[in-house]
């Protein structure tokens, strides 16, 4: 088996390889037979890394310990899921999850296409399979998933228990399917560079795709976060950690993209800084891939020493210098079709909006690379704090949510202040009340940024709200039907305008989350003997001893506690500390309360002979709404992307390059 998924590898790169050098000859005059062979190169690459996945799959669920990847992250006693999680858990097992994602990407990309984007396609599979190419070239000369032992063990060392939780089973795949569904953007900028094809056809192409690869992005994120929140037992769900900066990364370059592209549509402005933009988002996902294998940054998320950082950092360098380079080769092809009429405008706005974005991912940047900078200078790794991070990001996070209320409100080229009265004055009072209650009506008064964070989500709600209600009006009015069916036929009709809006309101949701969650925490360690209680924030906690449990995976000691709110018990909880054997490591396993205003959240530190239990409480509030609001942005996201009708279809591929002749 081991042999079988080195050669099938082997012939995924030798695939890859003849579908590059194919398709780039598919472009000289009468040679068009070449790109038939490019395209099922594509797919055999793809069934090839199918069959490598197979392989290993088949080898983590029967216990084959022969392969040294099974026998270090996985064993008999596991369940099959946490035994397939031992793919991603390895670092050759995650590369070849995210070949094989790629892989797929690529043959979904070229099947979709095969009779449309004739002159693109070539140069789209040609960069697709490029990547693919140097992923499936580490697989097969630097680090494989199909090495061997010498010896077989008896039994493996198992999964790390940190990831033996559902959350994290997601987390991983979904980041990869996020950063492999941005190399389809970059293929086709790259694409349309190459061939001089500027106008808008390729943004029109790509923007589903973004959409996609944009929510699935986010959702990994916060998957992430709450397994962070889940299994790390520190009361928290984001610590600016370098790997989670990794990911952010991206998704806000990619956010600004999508705002921008449609000045691009519409306008025909901004055309060199999307290309940028796209150049800078894929770059960024490579980045974050050598983050997590190259050993330069401490993380908890990382892989540890590795010796593939040289071959991620040689690509990185390889690929920008070469699409930034190109970029510049072509800018006298991408000059503007209108310029920036008045500062005060939706085009204006968007562009405010994407420098606030890019600003965060340089800062973000700055902070997650600083310890290696010091390293390098100073000879000692100087890590950012998150003081530094929230200090940048409250003020321009607060600015880019007022953005996206202010945005969808002002017409495009130019805004008059009668304009601006009419449509602003009740989001200002609706954001002036919410300011007013949070400082009135909390015990944290003096938390300026909480106040004004509840005035920008006010704010931007009415303004998303209003825009609905508007809408819902006129079709109604004009169409003759219920409410319900004017809301429904206005946002079938519109779905990406209106998908965008629920985005919008998912955002407004999940930074109400994020502000209460921090701003009106409280946290309190309390030590209880056996039949005493102790309160924490109006809820107090009764110790009804110690508990002890055992089986084949773990071995675990816990306190169980009685819960009571207002002299009425409210629920039982039990945090309790683990040890597996396997692995020879010791985890805490938090108890949680969990409603839609606030978390009860407990860890056990320590319980000792007498039943003396040590514990940390956390009451946070809100945080439920971070989870509901990433719910939101992917019911918004999934909208947005969701293709229209086919007879809408022809009536958009007509209409949109006309707007962008006459606009």
């Known amino acids: 088996m081991s042999l079988l998924g080195r050669v099938v590898v082997l012939l995924a790169l030798g695939c890859a390889v003849f579908a590059i050098a194919a398709a780039l000859m598919s472009r000289r005059p009468g040679r068009r037979i070449w790109q038939r062979s490019a395209e099922r190169a594509v797919y055999t690459t793809f069934a090839l890394m199918t069959g490598a996945m197979l392989v290993m799959v088949y080898a983590l669920l029967t216990d084959n310990f022969w392969f040294t990847s099974v ?43 095969r009779r449309r984007q004739r002159e693109l396609m070539p140069i789209v599979d040609a960069v697709l399979m490029t990547v693919v190419g140097f992923f499936c070239f580490l697989l097969s000369f630097a ?10 063990p008896v039994q493996g060392g198992g999964l790390n228990p ?20 941005l190399a389809i953007p970059f293929a086709f900028a790259i694409a349309a560079l190459w061939t001089r094809r500027l106008d808008t056809e390729w943004i029109s192409r790509i923007r589903r795709w973004t959409v996609i690869a944009w929510i699935v992005l986010a959702v990994g994120i916060l998957l992430g976060a709450r397994w962070a929140y889940g299994e790390l037992g520190w009361g928290g769900y984001w ?19 999508l705002h921008s592209i449609m000045v691009q549509e519409r306008r025909g402005m901004l055309r060199v800084w999307n290309m940028v933009l796209v150049i800078t988002a894929y770059s960024l996902t490579l980045f974050g891939t050598f983050l997590t294998r190259s050993g330069v ?39 503007s079709a209108h310029s920036l009429e008045s500062f005060i405008s939706r085009e204006a706005i968007f562009l405010y909006n994407n420098l606030l974005l890019i600003g965060l991912m340089f800062a973000v940047f700055w902070g997650t690379i600083f310890p290696v900078i010091t390293q390098i200078v100073e000879g000692k790794s100087i890590t950012v704090g998150t003081g530094y991070y929230n200090q940048v990001a409250l003020p321009i996070g607060i600015v880019l949510l007022v953005l996206t209320g202010v945005g969808p409100m002002i017409p495009w080229r130019k805004a008059s202040l009668r304009q601006l009265l009419r ?66 036929q206005l946002v079938a009709r519109n779905r990406r305008r209106y998908g965008g809006y629920v985005v919008h309101l998912g955002i407004v949701v999940l930074i109400i989350g994020l502000t209460g969650s921090q701003a009106f925490a409280t946290e309190r360690d309390i030590a209880l003997r056996p039949g005493q209680t102790a309160s924490v924030r109006g809820y107090t906690f009764l110790n009804r001893g110690a508990f002890q449990s055992n089986d084949a995976n773990e ?77 939101i942005m992917l019911l918004g996201g999934l909208l947005a992307a969701w293709p229209p009708p086919r007879t809408q279809r022809k009536r958009q591929e007509v209409a949109v390059p006309e707007a962008v002749r006459t606009s």
């Open 239 to 257: 610590a600016w950690d370098p790997v989670e900066n990794a990911a952010l990364m991206p998704w806000l370059v990619a956010t600004a993209f």
């Open 297 to 335: 940054v401490s993380s908890i998320h990382a892989f540890g020493a590795s010796t593939l950082g040289p071959y991620f950092l040689s690509f990185i360098m390889v690929t920008t210098v070469a699409s930034f380079g190109l970029l510049i080769s072509r800018l006298p092809d991408l000059r």
């Open 555 to 631: 071995q675990q000691v816990g306190v169980n506690l009685l819960e009571f709110q207002g002299g009425k018990q409210i629920g039982t909880m039990n945090p309790s500390i683990g040890f597996f054997p396997a692995s020879q490591q010791r985890l805490t396993e938090i108890a949680l309360d969990s409603t839609p205003l606030r978390d009860v959240y407990v860890v056990l530190v320590s319980v000792d002979p007498s039943g003396l239990a040590r514990i940390s409480v956390f009451v946070n509030p809100l945080v439920s709404w971070v989870w509901f609001g990433g719910g």
């Open 71 to 113: 026998a270090d992250y996985s064993n008999s006693t596991l369940t099959w899921y946490y035994k397939i999680g031992g793919l991603w858990a390895s670092e050759a097992g995650s590369l070849l999850l995210f070949a094989w994602i790629l892989s797929m990407y690529a043959a979904l990309v070229t099947w979709l296409n």
């Open 162 to 181: 940190l990831l033996q939780n559902g959350y994290m089973m997601a987390h991983p795949p979904m980041l990869y399917l996020g950063y492999a569904g």
């Open 423 to 488: 449509r602003f004055i009740a989001p200002l009072i609706g954001a002036a009340i919410a300011a007013v209650l949070i400082l009135g009506f909390t015990d944290v008064g003096s938390s300026r940024w909480a106040s004004l964070t509840a005035a920008a989500c006010a704010f931007v709600t009415i303004c998303i709200l209003g825009e609905f209600w508007r809408g819902t009006q006129v079709r109604h009015a004009l169409g003759g039907v219920s409410w319900p069916g004017a809301l429904y």
């Open 143 to 152: 680090t494989s998933p199909f090495d061997t032992l010498a010896v077989r």
